[in-house]
């Protein structure tokens, strides 16, 4: 296992086009999350799934957001009629339960320049 | 959350130590002492946490002040791959509330000039 899998590396779409991301997490995790960051900015909180339950949704994430995690494995992440807001890094990243109290993994992320 | 206070940027010669600051006045009892480094173009890379007592690994040591209210990351010889934004962050480990949540400030840009 390779770490945590984001694709595509790069995305440029036009605004009020819908685009996808995928995340591979490491298999043996069962928790996964969603991160934006802006430029000069730390991630940000976007969602988090344990298992194939999304848990909890961030006020960052609009209507226009959604995210899924079909049985419990690869999670997506779609951006409806894309703004140029919408421009940024995403990054994914997964743990295990049972490590609350150690690392997360990172993907390299997602990023995304809307025009 | 908890918020942690960090200089926007240092600077450090290679094959130097590093000390990276970090006040977090406001910790409670349960909050662990999470630092992650972001290397350009990547995603964040967990380096160490803590809670009470000074932690080492492979990566990098963590001074814990007494009272808790400071930390310390320290590089023992930076090298020119160590040039990267840290971040320190307090993860909540109490039962309930959002413990699975990292929440990022703007972190410490390092510079390691050679």
């Known amino acids: ?115 | 959350d908890a918020k942690t206070t960090q200089p926007n940027s240092m600077e450090s010669n290679e094959e130097e130590p590093v000390h990276l600051p970090c006040n977090h006045s406001t910790i409670s009892g349960t909050d662990y002492i999470h630092w992650y480094r972001q290397l350009p173009s990547q995603g964040p890379e967990y380096v160490i946490h803590g809670l009470t007592s000074n932690v080492n690994n492979r990566m990098a040591s963590l001074a814990i002040a007494e009272d808790r209210k400071s930390s310390t990351l320290i590089l023992h010889r930076a090298t020119l791959r160590d040039a990267a934004v840290y971040y320190c962050i307090l993860r909540p480990t109490g039962s309930g509330g959002s413990n699975y949540k990292l929440t990022f400030g703007k972190g410490t840009l390092l510079t390691v000039n050679p």
């Not at chain 1, 945590?4 to 995928?22: C, E, L």
């Not at chain 1, 999304?54 to 049985?71: C, I, M, N």
């Open chain 1, 1 to 115: 296992d390779t770490g945590v899998s984001q694709d595509p590396r790069h995305k440029i779409t036009k605004r009020g086009q819908n685009v996808t991301f995928r995340c591979d997490p490491i298999s043996e995790h069962n928790r996964l999350y969603w991160y934006r960051q802006t430029l000069g900015q730390g991630p940000e909180f976007l969602t988090y799934f344990q298992n194939e339950a999304q848990l909890e949704k961030s006020r960052l994430l609009s209507d226009r957001f959604s995210a899924e995690r079909p049985k419990g494995s690869f999670s997506t992440l779609e951006i409806q009629r894309t703004e140029q807001g919408d421009s940024a890094m995403y990054l994914c990243a997964s743990s295990l339960r049972s490590e609350l109290n150690y690392g997360y993994t990172f993907g390299s992320g997602t990023r995304l320049t809307v025009v």
